[in-house]
Structures are given as structure tokens and as C-alpha cells.
């Protein structure tokens, strides 16, 4: 009998160096991936036909994005590479997997999670109106597409990428109109000590900052977010400065994210437990220094477990693998455990900076008017939730969720989870940690009706 | 009317024929459907919860909101699914609703 082959879910950073860690050791690994190339989202690769160079679309990072683009074609005659397949269920030892329209169950035995992670959304007024646009999404039409989300677009939430998104739109020739920032300066100076931890990043983020201003762009920090105003379309932003002024910016696109959020939910299926974590005011399901969870034989690894960032999702995804190897018995030496560790020390440190000169504007989840769609899926509005917390008595969320259907929607809950559970806590006024989690439940994407589950 | 997305460079790929709403449209090779047709339009579906026009959002398969209809009533989510000669797609209401 054939044992069941090691599964790796994603081909970001993280998955492909998992793989490559796999396959030095003697194994051929399943690498799951829900794009139809590796790469991930950070070096997600431009469809062919697209001629621009790695340069144009990775800039300071190109090296590292062609270094695992070629490190994971050299793989691909020792895996099982299935690109398009979307892994949906997780139950009895196997994954449950769907590729054009086909399912199949398939049996793993380790499991290496390297699924990614999304843009963190604070909801605001007028977020549904076309022309809305995560911040990662804004990314991704600009580096996969050549297309940019507006001609005099407006970036709005917090984060290195509010400022790298900003810097490549710039660059490629577009109007930016503003560059709105929650966090303020004082936030970024109290970071300053951890941020240092890796001072070349610190200043490739200065750099961008710096080059905008040059360029131009209006940046102002310390904003709070009041509305985006449009009926078929965007035409505009409302924001409170700093210092109280309200101001309009016309535009015809906005780019909103505060951060990122791990995917979490196949780490929720396969029964890891998860605990809350003060830093990203999230739930993250807990592991190891290696990146064992608390399901034996199930791996976390990249921005999935923790929100690290792309070189650390390489260390993590190949320490994950060494970890499984370990586990199933293969021979790592503590050598190359210890290495890893040590690299990834700082990287912890640096993201706990992040979020301290980014900080998740929670406050901001109080003040959302009644009206205000938390989820786009089903329009369920702040009011309904603050209702379904209060009147009808939800103590956490999965109630609020039977309740109100938050989170029941198509997407299950990652563009509105984290918000949701900050509204229901400060109705109740209560800490986000006595609200819970949403749960994540199988199927996690929507499949097709027409298909046969086995 | 003018589109959400504007194209930025790689305008040198062959072009692709594709019927959005009955009308015909071209696109270019290696487009996902959602960059075909924000680049002509401002919405890509209706929200079933209120009617209102929707766009997508995150571009990245997590938020669902870029599902669009066949005209021979398959769904297809826009902003993973390359174009192709042929694909005839229905952004207004569902597919069923423009049956006569």
C-alpha cells in the first residue's frame, strides 16, 4: 500500500518553499494552489501575453519574486501540482477539493496550510458603490492586469500597503488623488524600536512615503474615514482630518484596506485550536515555534498563520516542511531548525511594530452610523448587528451570525468578520476577546450545485 | 460610458470576442473577465440582497462578489476566470430573467 502523499494548500512564498523543503527530503507532495499559477498574491505572475518586466511589476522585490517563480518550476516534475483547485472541505484525514467543476477527496498524511491572507476591512458608508476596491485588489489590477481601479483613485486605510500601493499607481502614470491614513505619526514614532528590527524594509517603506510627497500626493495621517459618496459610481471621499476639519476629495475609485487578515478557515475544519491574539486583535489558530498546530500532523506557514509578510513566509513554509519531515519520521537536523528560527526572531518583532504604527482602527467599528452595510453579501447593516448583540441578546458572534445572517453570506465572513465581531463587542460593551470568532464551515467557497461530494 | 479600470500598458495582445448583455465586446488575450468588463462598464452584477450594482472587490476568489451568469445560466467568478472567444455573459439581473 501506497501512504498517502504530504499536502501543501497554496503556492505563495510559503507553499513553494514548503514543497521544495518536502521534496529535498524524499517526498512528492500534493501543492493545492486556487490560482491558475504559483506565485501567490505578492508574486502573483502576470498572465501570459503580458510582456512587462519583474522589474515593473515587483520592483525592489523582483529578485525574490523570479528567485521562487524558478525555484518552483524547477519543482514541478517532482510534485503533484494541481493549480485551479479550490480545497473547500476538510474531514476524516482528506481534503475536499474542487477543479472545474469536479470534486475529489483527497487523503493527506501531513497537511501544510499556506493559504494566504486577505486585506483587513474596516466597513464605512458607500463601500459597496463600484469602484471600491481592497487594497491587495488594487494591487493585483495594477501588477496581473495592467489595469488600473480609477484614472484619480484615492487610498484610504493604513499599512505598508496603502503606502506601496499608492507608490505604484504613481508610477505607472496615475492621478492619485490623496493618500488617507487612519494611524498617526505618533503611532509610527512609538514603533520606531521594533520597526528598526529590520531597518532595510523601514526604509524602502520611507522611500515610498518620501518619493510620493515629491510626486506630489497628498498624504494625511490620523483621518477618520466618513463615507465614500457615488449612486452607479464612485465620485468621491468624506474624511475628518486630524485636527477635526471635515474634507471632500473627488475621485473616481478608492483603494480601502487596514492591514491583512490570515485565512484561517481549513485550520478551523481540520479542529486546530485557536486563541486571541492582542497584536492583530484576531483569533489565529495556535502553533509551535515550527508551525505545528494542535491537530497532529496539520502545518501552518506564511501570512495564513501569522501576518509576517513574504520573507517570512518563505522561512515559515520551509520550517513547516521540516517540521512534517521531522514528524513522519525523516531526518532534520537541529542545525537547519535552529537557522530558521533565528531568522524568523526579528520578522515577529517587525510585525509587532506593523501593527503598532498601523493599528487596526477598532475604534472606528463604534462609530459606524446604523446604516452603514457591514456585509456585502447579504446587506446586513451595523444597525442589524447592534440590534441582533442588544435587543435579541447575541453574547458572541456566531450568535449575531444565527441572527442576523452576518457572515452567512457567499465570502462566509472575511471581508466582514473582523468588523462585525468589533461592532457586536463595543454594543456590548464588552472586550473583542469575550465575542469569539466566526467559525468557518465547509464548503468555504461557493460550489456549483450540479457537483457530486464523495 | 467610459469604464471603472483604465488600462496602464500591455495593449499589444490580440483581441478577443466575447457578447456581454447581448451586445458584442472586445477584449484582450490573457484579460480576466472582470478587467473586460470594468474597462468598458461600472458594474458586473446586481446585489440579490437590494438590487444595487455591484463591481467585485477583492480580486483574489475571497469575497465572492464577482460572480457573474452565462447566458446558458453557469456561474463563473470574474476575477478568476480568463476571457475567451465566444463567452457570452449577462451582468444585468440573472440569466433566466432575459429568458422570453
Known amino acids: ?454 | 460610458m467610459a469604464g471603472l479600470f483604465h488600462r496602464v500598458g500591455e495593449l499589444a495582445r490580440n483581441q478577443v470576442r466575447l457578447i456581454v448583455d447581448g451586445e458584442p465586446v472586445t477584449a484582450l488575450e490573457g484579460d480576466t473577465l472582470l478587467a473586460a468588463l470594468l474597462t468598458r462598464g461600472c458594474r458586473l452584477r446586481q446585489s440579490e440582497f437590494g438590487g444595487d450594482a455591484r463591481a467585485g472587490f477583492c480580486l483574489m476568489g475571497a469575497c465572492q462578489e464577482c460572480w457573474v451568469w452565462t447566458a446558458a445560466g453557469e456561474r463563473m467568478r470574474a476575477c478568476s476566470t480568463p476571457v475567451r472567444d465566444g463567452l457570452n455573459v449577462v451582468t444585468a439581473g440573472t440569466a433566466w430573467s432575459l429568458i422570453p
Open chain 1, 1 to 454: 500500500m501506497v501512504a498517502d502523499p504530504v499536502i501543501v494548500v497554496g503556492a505563495g512564498p510559503a507553499g513553494v518553499r514548503a514543497a521544495a523543503r518536502l521534496v529535498a527530503g524524499g517526498q512528492r507532495p500534493i501543492v493545492l494552489d486556487e490560482a491558475d499559477r504559483s506565485g501567490g498574491q505578492i508574486y502573483r505572475r502576470q498572465p501570459a501575453h503580458f510582456t512587462r518586466p519583474p522589474e515593473a511589476l515587483y520592483g525592489s522585490e523582483a529578485g525574490k519574486a523570479t528567485a521562487l517563480h524558478a525555484a518552483f518550476d524547477a519543482l514541478r516534475p517532482s510534485i503533484d501540482y494541481r493549480p485551479n483547485t479550490l480545497a473547500w472541505g476538510l474531514y476524516g484525514g482528506a481534503l475536499l477539493t474542487l477543479t472545474d467543476n469536479a470534486v475529489a477527496r483527497v487523503p493527506y498524511r501531513a497537511l501544510i496550510l499556506a493559504s494566504g491572507a486577505t486585506d483587513r476591512i474596516m466597513p464605512l458608508p458607500g463601500w459597496t458603490v463600484p469602484g471600491v476596491f481592497s487594497l491587495g485588489g488594487a494591487q493585483i489590477a495594477l501588477k496581473a492586469q495592467a489595469c488600473a481601479i480609477g484614472a484619480r483613485p484615492v487610498f484610504l486605510g493604513t499599512g505598508p500597503l496603502l503606502y506601496l500601493v499608492a507608490y505604484q499607481y504613481k508610477r505607472a502614470g496615475v492621478a492619485v488623488q490623496a493618500v488617507l491614513d487612519t494611524s498617526r505619526l505618533s503611532h509610527r514614532i512609538k514603533a520606531l524600536g521594533s520597526l528598526l528590527t529590520r531597518p532595510g524594509v523601514l526604509a524602502q517603506g520611507l522611500r515610498y512615503t518620501a518619493w510620493l510627497l515629491r510626486a506630489g500626493v497628498e498624504i494625511h495621517t490620523g483621518v477618520t474615514p466618513l463615507a465614500v459618496d457615488g449612486e452607479e459610481r464612485v465620485s468621491g471621499v468624506r474624511i475628518r482630518l486630524h485636527g477635526g476639519r471635515e474634507q471632500y476629495f473627488a475621485c473616481d475609485a478608492v483603494g480601502l484596506g487596514y492591514g491583512l487578515r490570515s485565512e484561517t478557515q481549513l485550520a478551523d475544519l481540520a479542529g486546530c485550536q485557536f486563541a486571541f491574539d492582542p497584536v492583530a486583535r484576531q483569533w489565529l489558530p495556535e502553533i509551535d515555534a515550527d508551525g505545528r498546530s494542535t491537530t497532529p500532523y496539520v502545518y501552518l506557514a506564511g501570512d495564513g498563520a501569522m501576518i509576517r509578510g513574504a520573507d517570512a513566509a518563505e522561512l515559515s513554509g520551509r520550517l513547516a516542511a521540516c517540521a512534517a519531515l521531522r514528524d513522519l519520521g525523516e531526518a532534520v537536523t537541529e542545525a537547519e531548525l535552529d537557522g530558521l528560527r533565528r531568522q524568523l526572531a526579528p520578522m515577529s518583532r517587525f510585525r509587532r511594530g506593523l501593527e503598532q504604527a498601523f493599528p487596526w482602527p477598532a475604534r472606528l467599528a463604534a462609530g459606524l452610523p446604523d446604516a452603514t452595510v457591514v456585509c456585502r453579501c447579504e446587506a446586513i447593516t451595523a444597525g442589524d448587528l447592534r440590534h441582533a448583540a442588544t435587543t435579541l441578546e447575541a453574547p458572541e458572534v456566531n450568535r449575531a451570525k444565527a441572527l442576523s445572517r452576518v457572515g452567512m453570506g457567499s465570502c462566509q465572513g472575511r471581508m466582514c468578520g473582523l468588523a462585525a465581531a468589533e461592532i457586536v463587542a463595543a454594543a456590548r460593551g464588552v472586550d473583542l476577546a469575550e465575542v469569539g470568532r466566526l467559525r468557518g464551515q465547509a464548503p468555504l467557497k461557493p460550489l456549483p450545485i450540479s457537483v457530486t461530494v464523495p
